[in-house]
């Protein structure tokens, strides 16, 4: 079984690290160092980019640690795999929901929805 990566726990200041996905002047893959790391429950850093660019409150999902990123480029496209399957043995599955919570992707129920279409009409929007 391949390692995975424990993303719970925060990155230390002076870390090398890579951009996880494109961000304003960084493109994925990126090397870069984190200057400064803050938060309690939403971890956010300052980064200083390979290409240059200081980036600042980029958020825990957008980064990896350059000694994490293979594998972490791995599980994200099993990630992807999983999610793209149709045979429905995803851990995503909503069939132990109700189904009036269930009412669309987001999980708002219907009733709400169809409270806002009517607000709408009503509205002329």
């Known amino acids: 079984m391949p390692k995975t990566i ?5 990155i230390r ?3 090398k690290v890579v951009a996880a996905v494109d961000l304003p002047g ?4 990126t090397g870069g160092k984190v200057r400064v790391a803050n938060g309690i429950s939403w971890y956010r850093y300052w980064v200083s980019f390979d290409n240059g660019i200081d980036l600042g409150g980029i958020g825990h999902d957008q980064l990896a640690q350059r000694r994490d990123w293979p594998q972490f480029r791995i599980d ?3 990630a992807a795999l999983r999610a793209d399957s149709p045979d429905g ?6 069939e132990g929901e109700d189904d009036a ?3 669309n992707q987001f999980g708002v129920p219907e009733h709400l929805i169809e409270r806002s279409r009517l607000a709408r009409e009503r509205l002329g929007a």
């Open 6 to 10: 424990d993303r719970s726990q925060p």
């Open 76 to 78: 994200r496209d099993e």
């Open 26 to 29: 960084v493109p994925e893959g």
């Open 13 to 15: 200041r002076f870390t």
């Open 101 to 103: 919570v269930a009412g």
């Open 89 to 94: 043995d995803d851990e995503g599955t909503d």
